[in-house]
């Protein structure tokens, strides 16, 4: 299996290159842009991978609804594009999706089974990409939730929750956090693992949910974060965040749940590894 990874110095591309090794082709925007087809196609015809996995995305949710043709562009034609190459060099794709492609008005976890109801231009658009993925033979759309890792969401400026959290217990004295905003941390190792486990056990294609197990609201998943790091930080009330705000609807409840792999290990275990590696990756800096 020769991997080629789209994406390779965000989030999760970062944890997919070392979990499938020197092997690998890594593949950033300074190498290959999904939304230049002719490009792309030339670079993955050199490269010759037998699978693609994609993890380029528009994914900062309030510009996308302020610029729906730049996150259609990436997330839906740039996915087109990969299912025109996939299908004429017979590749197999491994395309990243999310959460927001559900709505959100369930109380109970997620799968695989269920039909998606985006609500805002993001979700929307990820769902189109999903669409064009699945017109890949061996396809595997693989929707993830509450994602963070070291190196943060490239969207979001390198940060993620935790470290915007982290970053208020250094300089505030108190914080308020959403409590009615569900989802399952998922942790960006983990998630890279797993992925790597469903291409090497050569599972059906189709949609997976891979999400750390458990569930969540943010003024929670803050708590815990204070709590394992000791912050004297004063986690402010519960406050309720409506759907809808400032012109963009977000959904409240995005718990996923995979029936058709095993569980992964619990967010709170996966959340005291990243703090561990965040602790080291300062202590380098310094």
């Known amino acids: ?15 997919l290159v070392k979990v499938f090794g020197p092997g690998c082709t890594s593949l950033d925007i300074e190498d290959v842009d999904i939304r230049e087809p002719v490009g792309l196609r030339r670079v993955l015809k050199t490269c010759g991978p037998s699978v693609l996995i994609n993890t380029a995305a528009y994914h900062n949710v309030p510009e996308c609804e302020k610029e729906p043709e730049r996150a259609f562009a990436v997330n839906a034609i740039g ?25 959100g008005r369930k109380s109970i976890p997620y799968t695989e089974e269920d039909a998606p109801n985006p609500l805002n231009a993001y979700g929307v658009s990820k769902l189109a990409g999903e669409f064009f993925a699945r017109q890949v033979p ?19 400026g390198g940060t993620n ?23 399952s941390p998922t942790y960006a190792p983990d998630a890279a693992v797993r992925i790597r486990e469903i291409l090497e056990a050569g599972l059906p294609p189709g949609i997976y949910h891979v999400t750390n197990d458990g569930a969540c609201n943010w003024h929670e998943f803050a708590a815990e974060i204070f709590r394992r790091t000791g912050a004297a930080i004063k986690l402010e ?19 996923l749940r995979s029936l058709k792999t095993r ?23 310094e």
């Open 138 to 156: 061996v396809h595997y759309v693989v929707r993830l939730s509450g994602l963070f890792g070291v190196v943060g969401s490239v969207a979001k």
């Open 263 to 285: 569980p992964m290990r619990p967010w709170q275990e996966a959340l005291g590894d990243y703090l561990r590696e965040e602790d080291a990756s300062s202590k380098r800096i």
């Open 79 to 103: 996915v087109k594009n990969l299912r025109d190459i996939c299908l004429a060099l017979d590749l197999a794709l491994v395309q990243i999706s999310t959460d927001y492609v559900f709505d």
């Open 237 to 255: 009330e519960r406050i309720e965040t409506p759907e809808l705000e400032d012109g963009l609807r977000r959904p409240l409840y995005t718990v």
């Open 161 to 183: 929750f935790v470290k915007l959290m982290l970053e208020a217990a250094r300089t505030r004295d108190r914080v308020a956090v959403s409590s009615n905003i569900f989802a």
């Open 1 to 15: 299996m020769k991997v080629a990874i789209i994406g390779a110095r965000g989030q999760l591309g970062r944890e």
